[in-house]
């Protein structure tokens, strides 16, 4: 069963606002990289977007505050692994991104990432994605929505990532780049 994960950030100012060309300028490298780690199922795209088709109408969670500008930051995608998108999550690229993100980012108070086992056909959908963050913003982890600090396994039950092979997958992740 694939794991699902959906994000979601809420920028400072408004998207095209010039603070944000940073952000702009590593995002096409940083979904070039994730195309590529190992562990990526697939991931959705934007209506907006050339690239990989939406999966649904793309909808955010009620934290969404619409200043004019109509979106925000939001990513789904499908992982074969916990680990694998832990590695690219918190390992290369992505993670100097990460350190970047107050920078570009409010500093949230709702999840900025929810997990969850995807065990039905076809791709999880955006109102999925948000459904679950709000699931977790109101309940706190469980097998239904959870984040990497406090993750379920297949089954529903508490999972320890196992750090040994997020190494080696940083190690890979690495070489794949270059």
């Known amino acids: 069963m694939p794991l699902a994960l959906y ?3 809420q920028f400072i100012e408004p998207a095209d606002d010039p603070s944000n060309d940073g952000f702009r300028a590593l995002n096409d490298p940083v979904f070039a990289i994730a195309d590529k780690a190992p562990g990526l199922i697939a ?3 934007y209506a907006s977007d050339e690239g990989p088709s939406p999966w649904g109408k793309e909808v955010y969670p009620r934290f969404y505050e ?3 500008d109509g979106w925000s930051p939001a990513t789904l995608s499908l992982w074969h692994d916990i680990e694998s998108l832990f590695a690219f999550t918190y390992f290369g690229l992505h993670a ?3 350190k970047r993100g107050r920078e570009w980012f409010r500093s949230p108070n709702w999840p900025p990432l929810v997990l969850w086992w995807h065990s039905q056909r076809g791709n999880p959908t955006w ?3 948000v459904e679950r963050i709000e699931y977790l913003q109101d309940h706190g982890p469980s097998p239904y929505a959870f984040t990497f600090r ?3 396994d297949e089954a529903g039950s508490s999972l ?3 750090r040994v092979r997020v190494r080696e997958l940083k190690s890979r992740n690495a070489s794949e780049v270059t």
């Open 7 to 9: 994000t979601f950030g």
């Open 43 to 45: 991931r959705s795209g």
């Open 160 to 162: 320890k990532i196992d």
């Open 96 to 98: 100097e991104a990460l």
């Open 150 to 152: 406090a993750p379920f």
């Open 66 to 68: 619409d200043r004019g």
């Open 127 to 129: 109102s999925e994605g």
